[in-house]
């Protein structure tokens, strides 16, 4: 390839249609930093491998503070900072993302012990 970006779009598709804003210290406004978007979405991966699909485009998003630049609450799966406490986690209420989510849970089930 020309700039060198052969492996790049061999990614899960989880990695590949991941957002986050750019959050602390750029913006004056975020609370947080997420700058630990690719140990997240390596945690992910690791669970949507056992449940089998890793080649969907799921959509995760991160922002750093509440005004969500990102857009978390439009994803699949967001994470958004609040102040003093974690990041909270939100799944989608979107028909579409809920009949999804749902048969990734059967899926999972099926996996277990």
């Known amino acids: 390839m020309k700039h060198g970006l052969t492996g790049e779009n061999k990614r899960s598709g989880l ?24 140990d997240i979405l390596s945690k992910f991966e690791a669970v949507l491998e056992e449940a089998g699909p890793t080649e969907d485009a799921i ?6 503070c509440p005004n969500g ?3 978390p609450f439009l994803a699949e799966i967001g994470l958004l900072a609040k102040p003093r406490t974690n990041m909270r986690f939100i799944l989608s ?7 999804r989510a749902a048969s990734y849970r059967q899926a999972s089930r099926s996996t277990m012990p």
């Open 15 to 38: 990695r590949l249609n991941s957002l986050s804003c750019v959050a602390l210290p750029t913006c004056g406004l975020a609370l947080r930093k997420v700058s630990a978007l690719p």
């Open 93 to 99: 209420q979107l028909q579409w993302h809920a009949a």
């Open 69 to 71: 630049c990102a857009r």
């Open 59 to 64: 959509s995760l998003r991160i922002t750093g």
